[in-house]
């Protein structure tokens, strides 16, 4: 019996916990409007966030080309290692033309698995009558009449 009541008690509490959510309509406001000058400041800050994430996401790629680079650069160090200690030889010759050009395939290879390079956003534009130190834009100042 304890079972059959305790379910029962949990969909009655929920049900009548949803009843007055549902029973409230919802008005949309009005749609608030910014002037251009709000508009343009808030697309900024926008603006600036993307810039930070493209910047870490391009030093990030930067970082794995170094070591994609390193790597190709000690793939060619153990290749004329190996080149010196066997000897000048021709078979020697090829076997360090093979190496040079495995660790030139493996480093075209892990360059071409790397992400593309997001594009980097560009900066909203300026609303007219936004100037160059501020959002208030400076009129002619009035001049004094002279007096005779």
Not at 50 to 56: D, N, P, R, T, W
């Given at each position: ?40 400041e ?36 153990q ?14 010759r ?55």
């Amino acid at each position: 019996m304890r079972h059959l009541i305790s379910p029962l008690l949990l969909s009655l509490t929920l049900s009548i916990s949803a009843l007055p959510a549902t029973a409230v309509e919802i008005t949309p406001s009005p749609a608030a409007t910014l002037s251009p000058i709000q508009q343009y400041e808030l697309d900024m800050i926008a603006f600036k966030n993307q810039f930070k994430i493209y910047q870490e996401a391009r030093a990030l790629r930067e970082q794995e080309l170094r070591e994609i680079g390193a790597t190709f650069i000690q793939a060619l160090k153990q290749a004329s290692k190996e080149f010196k200690s066997a000897g000048r030889g021709a078979s020697s010759r090829a076997n360090f033309a093979a190496a040079i050009a495995l660790a030139a395939a493996n480093r075209d290879k892990a360059v071409a698995e790397l992400e593309p390079l997001m594009n980097p956003p560009q900066p909203p534009a300026k609303p007219s009558g936004y100037g160059m130190k501020g959002n208030k834009q400076r009129g002619p100042s009035p001049k004094a009449e002279k007096k005779n």
